[in-house]
């Protein structure tokens, strides 16, 4: 069976904790276990938002003014890239055996 689960992207940085990228690793460690378990039963797809990541990088942005800031839809497949590294390499280490991919 194909199992689909979104994880928001408040799931990913909580609310008033430091936007660093530890913080989002430990978090996506924590739902791993979870998520590794139903990929070990069954199809799974992830899709995960990314609001506080792209507004990390935003105001990142802003603060350098020698070149024009990125455009949202560049941010976000920024984003999009580094969440699906970090949630990749966790899930490999909650995945006994050799790992699938799609």
């Given at each position: 069976?194909?199992?689909?689960?979104a994880l928001g992207g408040n799931a990913l940085l909580k609310r008033?904790?430091p936007m660093t990228a530890q913080n989002q690793r430990i978090n996506?460690?924590?739902?791993?276990?979870?998520?590794?378990?139903?990929?070990?039963?069954?199809?799974?797809?992830?899709?995960?938002?990314?609001?506080?990541?792209?507004?990390?990088?935003?105001?990142?942005?802003?603060?350098?003014?020698?070149?024009?800031?990125?455009?949202?839809?560049?941010?976000?497949?920024?984003?999009?890239?580094?969440?699906?590294?970090?949630?990749?390499?966790?899930?490999?280490?909650?995945?006994?055996?050799?790992?699938?991919?799609?």
């Open positions: 069976m194909r199992v689909v689960v008033g904790e996506v460690r924590s739902a791993a276990p979870a998520l590794a378990a139903v990929a070990n039963e069954h199809e799974l797809v992830l899709s995960h938002g990314n609001g506080p990541q792209v507004g990390l990088l935003a105001l990142q942005a802003a603060a350098y003014t020698d070149v024009d800031p990125y455009p949202l839809d560049i941010l976000g497949a920024q984003t999009e890239g580094m969440i699906g590294y970090v949630l990749e390499q966790e899930l490999g280490r909650s995945t006994p055996g050799p790992r699938r991919t799609r």
